[in-house]
């Protein structure tokens, strides 16, 4: 396998009037070509500021950035300005979270194209930059007529289309997706999903795919990434979180069980009782310890041990290495409740 992307350590934290509050902790993973990971986690876990750490867009005037991240070989924090440059769009791209509403309104869909093309290629002739706008627009089932549009005569649905169009256009081998289709309804998702899925196998792209919807992610990610307070607590393979006899991070278990689930004909959902994590304010041990069914009274002052094997996971109740473990887990998780 090939990693397409790492980061070691990530930490974000961010400047406010309030002092620095953190919001990415120490976070480590492995992108590999060819595959997507999917990151799921609540609103404010912290997703959208990993996205914007690995691309190297946060402001550095506002954030305090720890830790490495690695595009291929290469130390993105490390990278002059030029070359940074020269690695967005061509090495790695991103759809943001809500970027239809980024295209300019006064550009036509062909000139969006036109500005990317030339901005990197800028010897590029005009035809080559047409047919390859047509054959993009293509890709995500858009007419070639498109290239005349301007972004208030599209739906919402071929605008996001155009987006993603526009980030493969450098021909770029790693993508991430913040959040790509949710403001889309349902049929339009799914067809879009479906896209993004044939798109990613036959260039061979890593794709980071970034939802709030544990059930959207599973049925496109080749593993799920689970961030809670700006941590990973999971990395589990996509087989693994659709079969529930797997035991997963109680807070993993809660995404799962928060989808909905049809049973004799009724929807029923069931939420993850308590708030997020206040993260001006979190213990030493897990920060989700508070809202945890299964908490022992370890939790939430001891470090949280961490296993890694070909999956990752970070809890006190994992820490399974030996079947002595185990059971003194079991046991304290008794005297825990
Ligand atoms: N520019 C900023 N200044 C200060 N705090 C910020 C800033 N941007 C994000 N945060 C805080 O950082 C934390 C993580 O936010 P982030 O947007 O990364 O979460 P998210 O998981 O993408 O949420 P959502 O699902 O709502 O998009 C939140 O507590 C948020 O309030
Ligand atoms: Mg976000």
Redesign the pocket.
Known sequence: MTEALSTDGLTVS?D?PQGL?P?LRGVSFTLYRDEILGLV??????????A?AIMRLLDPD??QVKGEVMVGSRPLYDLSKGDLRHLWWEEIAMVF?SSMNALNPVLSVGEHFTDTFLAHRPAMKIAEIRQKTISLLEQVQLSAQVIRSYPHELSGGMKQRVVIALALALDPKVLIM??PTTALDVVVQHSILTEVAAIQRERHLAVLF?S?DFSLVSGLAHRIAV?YA?ELVEITEKSLATNSSNPHHPYTEGLIQATPQITGGRVRIQGIPGEPAD?SHLAPGCAFWERCTKRLDKCKMLPVPEKHTHTFIRCHLMDLSSSQSHSQSKEELAHGQ
């Open positions: 961010y406010t509050v919001a986690g609540e609103s404010g876990s912290g997703k959208s500021t990993l914007m506002r954030t979270q913040d959040e970034i709030h961030m700006g993260m």
